[in-house]
């Protein structure tokens, strides 16, 4: 038997066969354990007898199996040493690098510039309802300005029943904040907005950021100077020159559509300079103007006490206009080519 026994813990290969030789022995109803019970049976002129050889058994049994496990755990280590050595000569494998999207790295750097003219930042939901994104600014239910914006609506209406759409600009969240905080109120709001559009220039989603000041005695000539300081910070020019136009929209009054100046430099297009110089051109940035009464009086305020501007423009179109981008459903694409060829990723 212990030859036997012996031998077959030489030949085991694996710790799980030198496992299933131990309980096959020295386990609970093992082979030696059986032998050893015996003893108590026996007389003690058998026990001396027979005792020294079964104990010898068990012993040698266990060393057998503690040597074999010893030395299949040392094979495994080996095996594994070799197998996971590193080559340190060998190059490394270049990670590739993420960076920053176009659109994250306009917002945050139109964040940071109306953060130093003390601006903080807002939000709204993108699931907006008609109150929010039309009624509160001034656009009621029979407006033209409704189907202009190829709203996607949901099919249900809220507990209140206000139909439920996605906000088709970020000028809600000027409603969100004047009814939920008290003025004098300073704040932008960059987001995604939606439209039922699709072609070169327009994508069914798109970023605007919008703008509100609401304080007492402010007027249009604190609109003009915020939006020169935003937009000779963001296109990173001094000779940026603004070009104000009247214009309409129902949450304002009066309204002003901005434009900047273009001019050729090294026969390329480049925002600055004045826009009648030969070559040049305008190209429309925003939407802007003083905040309608209406828009204060139904966020709860006095319109005799407070008085505000607000603008929006698209975050989308800014990048382009900045990284000479042309056409703006690249921006969704997730295309690395285009990415990297405006220097945006590694
Ligand atoms: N919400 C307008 C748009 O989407 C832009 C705008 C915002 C205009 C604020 C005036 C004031 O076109």
Not at 4 to 16: F, K, S, Y
Not at 55 to 72: F, G, N, P, Y
Not at 210 to 239: M, N, P, Q, S, Y
Not at 273 to 281: F, V
Request: proline share 6%; net charge negative.
């Amino acid at each position: 038997l212990q030859a036997g026994l012996l031998a077959e813990i030489e030949r085991a290969d694996t710790l799980a066969q030198v496992e299933e030789l131990r309980v096959g022995a020295l386990g609970k109803s093992g082979v030696v354990t059986a032998l050893l019970k015996t003893l108590g049976g026996m007389s003690p002129e058998e026990r001396l007898e027979k005792g020294p050889p079964i104990q010898d058994l068990r012993e040698s049994v266990t060393a057998a199996i503690a040597a074999r496990k010893a030395a299949l755990e040392a094979e495994e280590l080996n095996a594994r040493l070799a197998s996971e050595r590193l080559d340190m000569t060998l190059p490394a494998e270049t990670a590739p690098q993420g960076s920053v999207h176009p659109v994250s790295q306009v917002m945050d750097e139109l964040a940071e510039i109306f953060a130093d003219l003390g601006f903080a930042v807002a939000t709204g939901p993108e699931i907006e309802d008609d109150w929010q994104n039309f009624t509160a600014l001034n656009i009621p239910e029979t407006h033209p300005a409704r189907a202009m914006h190829d709203t996607f609506y949901f099919p249900d209406k809220d507990a209140q029943g206000r139909a439920m759409l996605l906000r088709t600009h970020t000028s809600p969240v000027q409603i969100r904040t004047m009814t939920s905080n008290p003025p004098p109120i300073r704040i932008i709001a960059p987001g995604r907005v939606y439209r039922s559009d699709s072609d070169a220039t327009h994508t069914p989603m798109f970023h605007q950021i919008e703008g509100l000041v609401i304080d007492k005695g402010i007027h249009l000539g604190h609109l003009k100077w915020t939006l020169e300081t935003f937009l000779k910070a963001f296109f990173e020019r001094d000779d940026i020159t603004l070009r104000l136009r009247p214009s309409y929209f129902p949450f304002t009054e009066p309204s002003v559509e901005v434009d900047v100046g273009y001019t050729i430099e090294k026969g390329q297009r480049v925002i600055g300079g004045s826009g009648d110089a030969p070559g040049g051109g305008w190209m429309e940035v925003l939407g802007s103007g003083m905040v309608h009464r209406k828009v204060i009086e139904n966020c709860g305020l006095d319109p005799d006490e407070w008085q505000g501007f607000a603008f929006g423009t698209g975050v989308d179109r800014l990048a382009m206009l900045k990284y000479g981008m042309n056409d703006l459903r690249a921006f969704f694409d997730g295309d690395l080519r285009w990415l990297r060829h405006y220097g945006f990723s590694a």
